[in-house]
């Protein structure tokens, strides 16, 4: 099966049904989507399928053929962290940091679609469970990340 990754073409032999996070983490070694409860409820096996935020636990893999999937290992681009991560790390939101890369595919989905979310926006999109709870930080680095891309696209152009 051949498959579009991070931009990268990606060829797997497995079955047509291996859910989309078990091809990342078992069959290409890509650990950073994690597995949460596998009903798709927790979001902790975001990524971004085509531009949209999808959970993958139970997607399976004959769904994304022809597709492009975005995962956390593809977010930082060049060498430097994007402008969600960096935020990330201004608001120190992770505590266990289980959940995180999950919640940093929303947040990256939620500034691709509504590039200057209100909170409202953001409590709609972030519907990722974080165990440890800390929805007001990453409320917070939401709104410093989509300030920065703001800055960034108005200096290129």
């Known amino acids: 099966m051949e498959l579009t990754i991070n931009g990268k073409a990606v060829s797997v032999e497995v079955e047509d049904s291996m859910p989309l996070l078990w091809v990342l983490r078992d069959e290409l070694n890509m650990t950073g989507t994690k597995y949460g409860c596998g009903v798709s409820a927790c979001g902790a096996c975001s990524c971004l399928v085509d531009g949209k935020v999808t959970r993958t636990c139970t997607l399976p893999i004959s769904a ?24 990330w790390i201004q608001h120190q939101v992770p505590q266990c940091g289980y959940c995180q890369s999950g919640q940093i595919i929303a947040a990256e989905g939620l500034l691709d679609d509504k590039p200057n979310p209100s909170d409202d926006d953001i409590d709609k999109a972030m519907n990722n469970i974080c165990r440890c709870g800390t929805y007001q ?7 410093t990340a989509a300030k920065w891309r703001q800055e960034e696209n108005s200096l290129l152009g």
Do not use: D
């Open 64 to 87: 994304v053929v022809g597709k492009e999937i975005k995962t956390i290992e593809g977010i930082a681009t060049g060498g430097s962290l994007s402008a969600v991560q960096k935020a």
């Open 137 to 143: 930080r990453m409320r917070e680095a939401i709104h």
